[in-house]
């Protein structure tokens, strides 16, 4: 199972940490990513760290703003956003996948990946 959290309501400029927690399933195995949906928007590729390390990819909206990171250790996946804009403002869902590690272009295809948890709401106030 996969829970995510930390999703809250933040003034622009803010900063949030969501955690993706898994637990029956020990994330290191796996490909992790965080993705987003606003209203009346599609879901899209916000970030994704592979388990075989690498650097993690990111969306050119989050470039620079976002981190993700893992600590193998609590089994969790981290999105640290800082800078907080209007138009981060979304539902934000981790997907794990197993197997090879994506290249680029592949790794916002929502179809790729295995298992999803609930997501958890970021809202950025102007």
């Known amino acids: 199972q996969l829970q995510a959290s930390g999703g809250g309501l933040v003034q622009v400029g803010g900063s949030l940490r969501l955690s993706c927690a898994a637990s029956?399933?020990?994330?290191?195995?796996?490909?992790i990513a965080w993705f987003r949906q606003a209203p009346g928007k599609e879901r899209e590729g916000v970030s994704y760290?592979?388990?075989?390390?690498?650097?993690?990819y990111y969306a050119d909206s989050v470039k620079g703003r976002f981190t993700i990171s893992r600590d193998n250790a609590r089994n969790t996946v981290y999105l640290q956003m800082n800078s907080l804009k209007p138009e981060d403002t979304a539902g934000y869902y981790c997907?794990?996948?197993?197997?090879?590690?994506?290249?680029?272009?592949?790794?916002?295809?929502?179809?790729?990946?295995?298992?999803w948890g609930q997501g958890t709401l970021v809202t950025v106030s102007s």
């Open positions: 760290i592979s388990s075989s390390g690498g650097s993690p």
């Open positions: 029956g399933i020990r994330l290191d195995y796996y490909n």
């Open positions: 997907a794990i996948r197993g197997g090879y590690r994506l290249i680029s272009s592949r790794w916002t295809d929502e179809k790729l990946y295995d298992y």
